[in-house]
């Protein structure tokens, strides 16, 4: 049995610039970290050639090409395996499907490829997890989304991601000290607005918009260059300000991006001492993300009581094989097999 741990992302800046219709006219940039909230991948091996896949249904087929879960499919296609596997996930929040607005999806995937190659006795560097995983959502199957997902998660930590005209993508660690690191942290407040979206509504929009909004994504993208170095600076004075100009931007993106009963929320905060906030992912619902000084904390929640509040902190791993049984499919695991051309 092989166990992958993958953790989801709260997005800060530049969110948008990681399509393709952008960063193939200029260099897009993300400012994003993960947080202690998971998705959980088991991959066992049966004693029958059938494959099963236990997420909200439980399917049980005989191919591979029969998997109705499409990212499992495409997963297990590209991983090589094509019988006898159980696959289920558990996940520490909303099922990838309920569109929560911190990357699920690209956390199943990404963990779901770590998994089923641990399971083939072999250690997948973050690189192929996040290029594999792209290629699976983006290319097989059309999800009108961009890269930035797929690198956050596999990746792990706070990270400055730069997407390239090329294909390329440069993940460069975040370096803050302890106290600037907890203080960011504790003055981050996330709330589900209890509204359930689906991120190919809004993002196929996007897509279509983004030759028409280049000024306001380069815009977005400046701001991920400028929240980036306030952190490096050790100063957080700047950070909801530069999260509300975000916003503001954001929301030209998309008439799906917000709604009134959104923008009604953001409001409330904003008057309970908020200096900024955006809607993780896509937009039109999922969490609400602001940072707010402690002296507002509790004048925040009581404006907000409506909504079920998450609290999470940072996480500076990326997707993990955390427990390892002692039938792995091949050459077994402890023999440390690479790929991606580390060694083989």
Same mark, same amino acid.
């Given at each position: 049995m092989i166990i992958s741990k993958t953790p989801v992302r709260t997005s800060f800046a530049g969110g948008g610039s990681d399509l393709k219709a952008y960063y193939d006219n200029m260099p897009g940039a993300?400012?994003?970290?993960?947080?202690?909230?998971?998705?959980?991948?088991t991959v066992n091996r049966r004693f029958s050639d059938m494959l099963r896949v236990a997420y909200s249904q439980v399917e049980e087929?005989?191919?591979?090409?029969?998997?109705?879960?499409?990212?499992?499919?495409?997963?297990?296609?590209?991983s090589g395996l094509k019988k006898g596997i159980d696959i289920s996930y558990v996940s520490d929040l909303l099922p990838a499907?309920?569109?929560?607005?911190?990357?699920?999806?690209?956390?199943?995937?990404?963990?779901?490829?770590?998994a089923l190659y641990a399971h083939k006795g072999l250690t997948a560097s973050a690189e192929l997890l996040a290029s594999q995983a792209s290629d699976i959502e983006i290319n097989k199957l059309g999800a009108p989304i961009g890269k930035?997902?797929?690198?956050? &998660?596999?990746?792990?930590?706070?990270?400055?991601?730069?997407?390239?005209?090329?294909?390329? &993508?440069?993940?460069?660690?975040?370096?803050?000290?302890?106290?600037?690191?907890?203080?960011?942290?504790?003055?981050?407040?996330?709330f589900h607005t209890g509204i359930y979206t689906r991120s190919d509504l809004v993002l196929t929009e996007q897509r279509k918009t983004t030759k028409d909004k280049l000024g306001t994504l380069e815009k977005m993208v400046n701001l991920a260059h400028e929240l980036k170095d306030s952190l490096e600076r050790?100063?957080?004075?700047?950070?909801?300000?530069?999260?509300?100009?975000?916003? &503001?931007?954001?929301?030209?993106?998309?008439?799906?991006?917000? !709604?009134?009963?959104?923008?009604?929320?953001?409001?409330?905060?904003?008057?309970?001492?908020?200096?900024?906030?955006?809607?993780?992912?896509?937009?039109?619902?999922?969490?609400?993300?602001?940072?707010?000084?402690?002296? !507002?904390h509790e004048k925040l929640k009581e404006a907000l009581k409506d909504l079920r509040q998450l609290p999470f902190k940072f996480e500076t791993s990326g997707s993990r094989i955390i427990y390892v049984g002692n039938d792995t499919y091949e050459k077994g695991y402890d023999k440390y097999n690479y790929i991606n051309g580390v060694k083989k």
């Open positions: 993300v400012l994003s970290t993960t947080i202690d909230k998971y998705i959980y991948i087929v005989e191919k591979v090409e029969d998997i109705q879960h499409r990212l499992v499919r495409e997963s297990m296609k590209l499907h309920e569109g929560s607005g911190l990357g699920s999806s690209s956390s199943l995937t990404v963990g779901t490829l770590n930035q997902d797929q690198y956050a &998660v596999a990746y792990g930590g706070l990270n400055f991601i730069e997407f390239y005209g090329d294909e390329t &993508v440069s993940v460069k660690k975040v370096i803050i000290p302890k106290k600037i690191r907890e203080k960011l942290e504790d003055n981050l407040l996330a050790k100063d957080l004075s700047e950070f909801g300000n530069i999260l509300h100009k975000n916003w &503001v931007l954001k929301k030209e993106m998309s008439d799906k991006m917000t !709604n009134p009963e959104i923008e009604n929320y953001y409001k409330k905060a904003m008057n309970a001492g908020a200096l900024g906030g955006k809607i993780l992912g896509s937009g039109g619902g999922g969490f609400l993300l602001f940072y707010c000084e402690e002296e !507002n």
